[in-house]
């Protein structure tokens, strides 16, 4: 097991690492730009490095820095978080010349799902089901070949992305190039990569991802799925576990498939398929995220597993710890919120300082946060300030503890979506689990009038 634990992200998700670290008698080093100083994560570190000034390129992307602040402290592995570089091959590779264990996938797994177009090739190879699609697409003359004949409506989507980035919805083949052009153009300046492809877009569907775990001894399993289908312009929102709209069969297709995709790539580590379920029961393979999710803490009530634990061990060259029969079963149902600085209406981001604050608590609860009242939330990263996550017996129950989180948490100073999700869970729709990824836009429509 290495010594010292330098965790290369910021805020919820850095100081959620570092007290895994800590769990384990392993030492821990924040990083941080000096938008960051006061954040938890780096006061409860054991040691913290100010690797640049607030924009990213300039600190939490920075390759360079980074590896510089784990010599000079001494670290002897880098776990990534979720976001900035958990999910750049170059950065894994880095890493491992310069000695430092890479607390995540082989960079060679990495790279191949990183690319959404080899990423629906290997996994069609492998037997997992995918929608009719394309490879990348290079003129006008391809573009509109392609839509004739896998046939409207369509989806454009960035082969170097995910997140909603460059994405294009086509019902009006009269569209098509003037969608691709502007899609090149998201997709360059997100990404650095203009490419794009098509898949034939799955109307109304369901949004369901299974995750994945395997060590290096050869041992592939997954921990059940989780369903996320509630999404604004494709971020998540609410997550839970399991899912309403499986069925037995289809879940043992689904975690058969997440398994044998695995195994077929020589992956280790955790990771997350994500699937869209039609209405007729049938899934196809979206994309692969080869890191830890925003929505782990899901998954760990449901199992009661620690992944963050889990990946220090893999990494360390350990077993899983764990009785794979034993924690595929979801034990009771979990719901993670996430709660956001930001207008509750249009959804702007409002960072500024934390006048008052008070979580929930009690049994079942759990808060993954980095703020505390004085906190300034800083206007230059994602407005996410805090996930709230319940764990109950049932799905009824766990709602019924979801919103009596909502209304005693307290946030004042900036504004927060918090008034958003106690309208949404109060839907029928979401109580009954009748909704689709299309359900919050429809949601926000009608509200507005």
Not at 22 to 29: A, D, H, N, P
Not at 162 to 178: F, P, S, T, Y
Not at 260 to 282: C, K, P
Not at 288 to 293: C, D, E, F, I, Y
């Amino acid at each position: 097991m290495f010594r010292k634990v330098l965790v290369a992200n910021r805020g919820e998700i850095a100081l959620r690492i570092i007290r895994a670290v800590r769990e384990m008698g392993l030492e821990s080093v924040a990083v941080y730009s000096t938008a960051d100083a006061d954040s938890l994560h780096v006061k409860f570190a054991d040691q913290a490095v100010c690797i640049g000034p607030p924009p990213s390129r300039q600190s939490y992307l920075n390759i360079p820095q980074l590896i510089s602040a784990a010599e000079i402290t001494g670290s002897d592995a880098i776990h990534p978080g979720y976001g900035f570089l958990s999910e750049d091959a170059e950065f894994a590779e880095v890493c491992k010349k310069c000695k430092l264990t890479w607390i995540g996938p082989p960079p060679e797994a990495m790279r191949l799902m990183g690319d959404k177009i080899s990423a629906r090739a290997a996994m069609q190879k492998a037997g997992v089901p995918i929608l009719p699609g394309s490879g990348t697409i290079n003129t006008e003359d391809e573009l509109r070949a392609h839509a004739d004949r896998i046939g409207l409506p369509v989806i454009l989507k960035a082969a170097a992305g995910g997140g909603g980035r460059g994405m294009k919805i086509i019902h009006d083949r009269a569209r098509l190039g003037n969608d691709w052009n502007t899609g090149k153009a998201e997709a360059l300046a997100a990404f650095g990569n203009p490419d794009m492809y098509m898949e034939r877009y799955c109307e109304r569907p369901r949004h369901i991802e299974i995750q994945v775990i395997a060590d290096r001894h050869g041992n592939y399993t997954h921990l059940g799925e989780r369903e996320c289908s509630i999404q604004r312009r494709h971020q998540k929102v609410i997550e839970e576990a399991p899912s309403l709209a499986l069925t037995d069969e289809v879940r043992d297709e689904l975690t058969t498939a997440a398994v044998n995709a695995i195994s077929s790539i020589g992956y280790y580590n955790v990771g997350t398929l994500e699937f869209l379920l039609d209405g007729d029961g049938r899934f196809y393979f979206m994309e692969m995220n080869t890191r830890l999710q925003v929505e782990h803490p899901v998954t760990e009530l449901v199992t009661g597993l620690d992944l963050v634990r889990e990946q220090l061990r893999i990494a360390a060259g350990e077993p899983l710890s764990f009785d794979v029969a034993a924690v595929r079963k979801p034990r009771g149902h979990a719901i993670e919120m996430r709660i956001n600085a930001e207008d509750p209406d249009s959804f702007a981001p409002w960072p500024g300082r934390i006048t008052a604050l008070h979580m929930p608590g009690g049994p079942g609860v759990r808060v993954d946060t980095h703020i505390y009242e004085g906190y300034r939330v800083p206007p230059n990263y994602d407005s996410m300030i805090a996930k709230v996550i319940v764990h109950d017996q049932d799905r009824p129950s766990a709602i019924r503890r979801a919103r009596r989180c909502l209304d005693e948490m307290v946030i004042e100073g900036p504004r927060t979506n918090i008034p958003f999700l106690r309208r949404l869970m109060d839907t029928p729709e979401f109580r009954a689990g009748d909704f689709d990824t299309g359900f919050v836009a429809r949601f926000l429509a009608q509200s507005r009038g």
